[in-house]
């Protein structure tokens, strides 16, 4: 959909197997737009990863806090809590200018990027293809090169800029998503806490952490800086242990 968004991931049963699939498939590609392959690590198949112990981790809320569940603020804020009694130094840290521009830079990239790339499929094939996928092209070839520019190079400025703006964390804390998954197939959930970590490409990682009214799944996003993947997957691991989610707690 958009070369300059799309990322791979996992889904798994906990931190150790989605540090040993990373190991495996990471790589580098001479047509890998950010060049570099990530730093390489071994993962004991036995033991896992070594946890980082007692962390120093930055919550992010962003402006749209308060339009999240009150379940999914209740649970990210036990999570911390619980976090900071094991050890961890929590801090509040405050990304205003990032939150102010992401989600417009990111629609821009999306859009434009859709357009180039399924422009001519919706024009061939308009009965078989979605309402959804042809607005967004649509969208695309509204937007300016001039635009398109400023948002890839924002892209870039907050990618480099991250990692002095959370200089002596090992990593943010922050909501994944507004609060439980929509009922039905028709929509998948506003993705706006997820956009500007998709923006600057770095790594993140959901644990789940409670649960919703509706006995949903709500969870505790933690992201690191630019090819960061493993100081973020020991880190996650620690959380992991802290938490001690247990999926089974909640009947549906």
């Known amino acids: 959909m958009s070369p300059s968004l799309d990322h791979v991931g996992f889904f798994a049963r906990r931190v150790d197997d989605v540090a040993l699939a990373l190991s495996l498939l990471a790589g580098s590609s001479d047509r890998d737009l950010h060049g570099q392959p990530l730093p390489p690590f071994h993962i004991d198949i036995d033991n896992g990863l070594h946890a980082l112990d007692k962390p120093r981790l930055a919550v992010v809320r962003f402006e749209k806090w308060s339009r999240a569940e009150v379940e999914q603020q209740k649970a990210f804020d036990a999570a911390t809590e619980k976090l900071r009694d094991a050890g961890a130094i929590v801090e509040e840290l405050e990304l205003s200018e990032l939150d102010r521009a992401n989600w417009k830079a990111i629609n821009a990239i999306l859009a434009a990027e859709a ?33 398109y520019l400023a948002a890839k190079a924002l ?6 800029r991250l990692r002095p703006e959370m200089s002596g964390y090992d990593a943010i804390l922050t909501l994944p998503a507004f609060g439980e998954a929509p009922l039905g197939l028709h929509y998948t959930g506003d993705a706006e806490y997820c956009a500007p970590w998709t923006l600057l490409g770095v790594p993140a990682v959901t644990l789940p952490a409670g649960f919703g009214k509706h006995g949903l799944p709500l969870g505790l996003q933690i992201v690191a800086d630019y090819h960061g993947d493993l100081r973020l997957l020991r880190v996650a691991k620690w959380v992991e242990t802290v938490l001690n989610f247990d999926p089974g707690s909640q009947s549906v």
Do not use: C, M
């Open 115 to 147: 357009a180039a790339i399924f422009a001519d499929l919706v024009a061939r094939y308009p009965d078989r293809t979605s309402d959804h996928l042809k607005s967004l092209v649509e969208s695309g070839k509204a937007v300016s090169a001039t635009d």
């Open 155 to 160: 892209q870039e400025e907050w990618r480099n």
